[in-house]
């Protein structure tokens, strides 16, 4: 009877030992799951973040003024005067001839209209003597 009551406590204890580690591997398991959703999260949003950046920053500056609008600054080279520019595709093409003796130099405006308005594009020609 000694016996009997010695193994029915053993294994109330194992059962109890193995019921604590059971729920434990569960709030482990689901520890695990939801770290690892948030570091997949937070990996998803850097991968993006730098495929945005690298297409930002693999831009020309000639590119980002023709697609994307803005200004732009060209310093003409000194004893050259601007006399057309235009763009083909996303290359800007500006011809120069060389200065007069009395020619001033000036800052020359290139600017893009578009039909909606937004992303227009300007860019500035700087003369020097």
């Given at each position: 009877?000694?016996?009997t009551?010695?193994?029915?406590?053993?294994?109330?204890?194992?059962?109890?030992?193995?019921?604590?580690?059971?729920?434990?591997?569960?709030?482990?398991?689901?520890?695990?799951?939801?770290?690892k959703?948030?570091?997949?999260?937070?990996?998803?949003?850097?991968?993006?973040?730098?495929?945005?950046?690298?297409?930002?920053?693999?831009?020309?500056?000639?590119?980002?003024?023709r697609?994307?609008?803005?200004?732009?600054?060209?310093?003409?080279?000194?004893?050259?005067?601007?006399?057309?520019?235009?763009?083909?595709?996303?290359?800007?093409?500006?011809?120069?001839?060389?200065?007069?003796?009395?020619?001033?130099?000036?800052?020359?405006?290139?600017?893009?209209?578009?039909?909606?308005?937004?992303?227009?594009?300007?860019?500035?020609?700087?003369?020097?003597?």
């Amino acid at each position: 009877m000694m016996f009997t009551t010695s193994s029915t406590l053993i294994l109330k204890i194992l059962m109890m030992q193995l019921s604590t580690s059971l729920s434990t591997s569960i709030c482990i398991t689901t520890l695990l799951t939801s770290k690892k959703t948030i570091i997949m999260k937070k990996f998803i949003v850097a991968i993006i973040s730098v495929i945005i950046l690298l297409s930002l920053s693999s831009c020309t500056e000639q590119i980002r003024t023709r697609q994307w609008g803005g200004e732009m600054k060209i310093d003409i080279p000194a004893g050259q005067e601007l006399m057309m520019v235009t763009w083909k595709d996303n290359d800007l093409f500006y011809l120069t001839r060389p200065m007069t003796p009395d020619y001033v130099p000036v800052t020359k405006t290139f600017q893009e209209s578009s039909s909606w308005g937004v992303l227009e594009s300007t860019v500035y020609f700087i003369e020097h003597k």
